[in-house]
Nanobody, 117 residues
Framework: QVQLVESGGGLVQAGGSLRLSCAAS????????MGWYHKAPGKQRELVAL???????NYFGSAMGRFSISRDNAKNAVYLQMPSLKPEDTGVYYC???????????WGKGTPVNVSS
């Protein structure tokens, strides 16, 4: 069964922090890499962080130097630590494999993040 369940989002003031969690089914988690994607209001979904099976990470855009992605291979889980949040971090965050086909692959419901100024 294919499954992606994101959690940990919420409403936070600018400068605050959140830790997102993702529980994935094995068929997805065993991909080359897992990532977190951000869909800001009115914009396309974008990859912000990825982590390979061996733990190597990479970050994109405003996530660089701020966010931290990690994974627990025993639990098929991926995490995103988000400190120093900014209003532009607002949106829905999804986890999924990397690479992913936007319109063809399965997506979970995501977890919403709302950062107030």
């Amino acid at each position: 069964q294919v499954q992606l369940v994101e959690s940990g989002g919420g409403l936070v003031q600018a400068g605050g922090s959140l830790r997102l969690s993702c529980a994935a089914s094995g068929s997805i988690f065993n991909s080359l890499a897992m990532g977190w994607y951000h869909k800001a209001p009115g914009k396309q979904r974008e990859l912000v962080a990825l982590i390979y099976k061996n733990g190597v990470t990479n970050y994109f855009g405003s996530a660089m130097g701020r966010f931290s992605i990690s994974r627990d291979n025993a639990k098929n889980a991926v995490y995103l630590q988000m400190p120093s949040l900014k209003p532009e971090d607002t949106g829905v965050y999804y986890c999924n494999k990397v690479p992913v086909r936007e319109d063809m692959d399965y997506w979970g419901k995501g977890t919403p993040v709302n950062v107030s100024s």
